[in-house]
């Protein structure tokens, strides 16, 4: 489970990606991962605040730099959604199956 959260977004937090059932086997993640709601490895992605299916980037307003968080959660279960579920739909069912998360935070301005 991951996804980025910006805090700093204007109209409060922002979820750039919600990625979910990630194979346990993966070690990374490629770049330019295909923007549909099921990748072949079983990879799932739901939808973000731009309403759209995958990662979409950090675009700040220009001046103060924006934190952009990433979670990680690993998890005793894979979830039982629907591919393209959200943010809080994928937080409501991963409750009880954490069995460890990490976090890492970088910063971005245009």
Not at 90 to 99: A, F, K, Q, S, T
């Amino acid at each position: 489970m991951r996804w980025p959260d910006d805090p700093d977004a204007p109209v409060g937090i922002w979820v750039h990606w919600v990625v979910y059932n990630i194979p346990a086997s993966a070690h990374s993640l490629r770049g330019g991962l295909e923007k549909k709601e099921q990748l072949t490895d079983g990879t799932r992605q739901g939808r973000n605040d731009f309403h759209k299916i995958g990662y979409n980037g950090p675009c700040p307003p220009p001046g103060k730099g924006h934190r952009y968080f990433f979670k990680l959660y690993a998890l005793s279960t894979v979830l039982t959604l629907p591919a393209g579920a959200s943010k809080s739909d994928v937080e409501h069912v991963m409750e009880g199956h954490i069995l460890g998360r990490t976090e890492w935070m970088g910063r971005y301005r245009r």
